[in-house]
């Protein structure tokens, strides 16, 4: 049961995308263009900074109202969903670890959409295995000099405050440090743009740094937070992805509801065939047990109740069962569900990347695991 604002949002989100993201959605995809007007819109219906303080420009809500935004919004586009989920990710990690001068400085242009953030922790020797990254952050006075590569960066480019970790000090977890740098900061620059099979609207490049200057003031709480502050931020981006993900499965189904019925095969619509049907019951089936998943996941977080495990597992059985639909979706179209005539192509190549960002489903497993061990 969706409350007042939840519902009211649904209504926003739902209008904006079929009217603003719908219209050039094929065009936009097959061109790879992520039009910042649109996120800035998307800021201006109050989306963009959801569960950020009022203090910092944003909405002052709960990341239960920020899954059903994101779960609404990735029916018409998992990309701006994306960039919303990971600049809000970088907000809540800003807000939290950061101080009052910090978070003045960098939140409101967060929240109100007019800008994005990005969150750089990957590494091309160092990705499940976060804690082993290589990229170094030399104290020097008044700062330090960042040096090294980050790859797979959503929203690299075209975000403005970039969420760093580095090595200060020690190998392993515990000599890993957080920086916000800004972009356009000398020594740090794009590198290579990736070709993507899905979420082709939001770019994904390398981060370069050489011997890229951090003023100490732009440290996060202090040296050896990092990894801590990472795996927080994480938690949290799972619970997002899995909502983002429950709005793939939801566009998949619909659409294919609506294609069975309308489609005729033998004398009957194919909607009438038992084993279509029992597709498509499945489909629903799945969506809503994922759902349900994710929603307890945001209320545990929002009430202040720890669960790594619960977000770990709505990450998991969402994306999975997002993979799993929108394959049936393609299956129940036929041969036009291969072309581009039809959304259900698309949701399956989004669909694909949500099993593996904000740690695979491996890693998720690991993790279930590793609560189910310390529960018994």
Known sequence: MLTDIQSELTKQITRFRQEKIEPTLAEDDQNEKFRMEIYRELGNLGTTGIPIKEEYGGAGLFYADLCVALTELAKSSVSYAVTISVSSMVQGIIQEFGNPQQCQKFLPELTSGQEIGAFALTE??????????????????????????????????????????????????KGISAFIVPAGAAGFRIGKKEKKMGWKVSPTCELVFENCFVPAENLLREEGMGFKIAVSALDKGRIT??????????????ESVKYSLERSQFGQSIFDFQGLQFMMADMATEIAASNLLVERAAYNYDHGIKNQMLASMAKLKATDTAMKVSTDAVQIFGGVGYTCEYPVERLMRDAKVLQIVEGTNQIQKVIIARQLKKQY
């Open 124 to 173: 091309s020797g160092s990705g499940s295995d976060a804690a082993s990254l290589k990229m170094t952050a030399k104290k020097v006075k008044g700062g330090y000099n960042l040096n090294g590569s980050k790859m797979f960066i959503t929203s690299a480019g075209i975000a403005k405050t970039y969420v760093v970790m580095a090595r200060t000090g020690e190998a392993g977890a």
């Open 241 to 254: 992805i899995g909502a983002i993900a429950v709005g793939v499965g939801q566009r998949a189904l619909d």
